[in-house]
């Protein structure tokens, strides 16, 4: 049976507190062929150290200054397919605990078809362990990237088979060479937040599919390392969709997404913030990224005010 070599990567910014469960489920992984490798990304809190140390089947890498999201997977992606000769690598959270047949169940997919370029599957909630967070994204009409597909539902097993998708979040993802060598890999423009959704839209314009997989079972902590609602997450959750459809969608589309995105993400968001728990700190963010957004586009050439204004 040919086993092709698997990269495991995970990134990790001063979260050293979280490896233990990542690691030691990853390593423990029944899969034949893989090589577990963390990315320290600037961390300050001894991440290096304690991989080399407690985890000496991990290898480890160190990125001198925070990367961010993006840039530290891509350090670690060019690694993994450059240095190391992957044929694929599993891109990771390190707030998570993997199934031991995760990294199977992903590949076994990912081999059915070369244009299965990126495969994923269940995430749990960790501290709820058989209430599901995502198995996949919805497309939307107007946002694109939709909701979570199965959401806070008991696992029933009403999500039993292998399904292509519209767009899914990178909590874990098994990522194709192919698809790597065709698309590259994620943009440095998004620090944080969205990377995912611009490269899987790359990857859909260039003929690939995101697939899910009911066999491949991880747990998550859930926005450990950035925070659930911190400011930093506000402004890139404002700025950055407003890239993607900028840079894929057309003038037309972004106008009625722009509106959309105006009203319900900024103007009522931050009314809410106001009224509620006064976070003037992470409204401001939200308004800078909006700004952010607009200066992009009209940087780029990808937005003019007629973009906007007409309505």
Request: aromatic share 14%; charged share 25%.
């Amino acid at each position: 049976m040919d086993y092709p070599k698997v990269n495991v990567l995970v990134l990790s910014y001063n979260g050293k507190y979280l490896l233990d469960d990542c690691l030691s489920s990853y390593l423990g992984n029944h899969y034949p062929n893989f090589q577990v490798t963390v990315i320290d990304n600037g961390s300050h809190d001894g991440t290096y150290d304690y991989v080399k140390e407690h985890f000496p089947k991990a290898e480890v890498i160190r990125i001198e200054k925070n990367a961010g999201y993006s840039g530290g997977f891509n350090a670690g992606l060019w690694h993994a397919f450059r240095d190391q000769k992957a044929d694929f690598v599993l891109v990771s959270n390190n707030d998570v605990k993997a199934d031991g047949d995760a990294i199977s169940a992903l590949v076994e997919v990912a081999q059915l078809d070369e244009k299965n370029g990126f495969v994923t599957g269940k995430v749990y909630y960790f501290d709820r362990p058989d209430i599901l967070q995502t198995v996949g994204k919805k497309d939307d009409p107007i946002r694109w990237n939709g909701g979570q597909i199965g959401r806070n539902e008991k696992d029933n097993g009403q999500y039993e088979q292998v399904m292509e998708r519209p767009f899914a979040d990178d909590i874990f993802t098994l990522v194709s060479r192919k698809l790597y060598e065709k698309t590259g890999g994620y943009d440095p423009t998004f620090f944080l937040q969205c990377e995912e959704y611009d490269w899987q839209a790359r990857a859909k314009n260039a003929g690939f599919r995101i697939v899910y997989t009911p066999k491949a079972k991880l747990w998550h902590k859930v926005s450990m390392t950035i925070g659930k609602a911190s400011p930093l997450k506000a402004y890139y959750d404002t700025r950055n969709p407003m890239i993607v459809i900028m840079k894929y969608k057309s003038p037309d589309y972004f106008r009625r997404y722009f509106w959309l995105h105006v009203r319900s993400d900024v103007i009522k968001t931050s009314l809410r913030l106001i009224l509620r728990t006064f976070e003037l700190k992470k409204v401001l963010k939200i308004w800078l990224g909006l700004f952010s957004g607009i200066y992009w586009g009209i940087r780029n050439k990808k937005l003019t005010l007629k973009h906007v204004i007409k309505y």
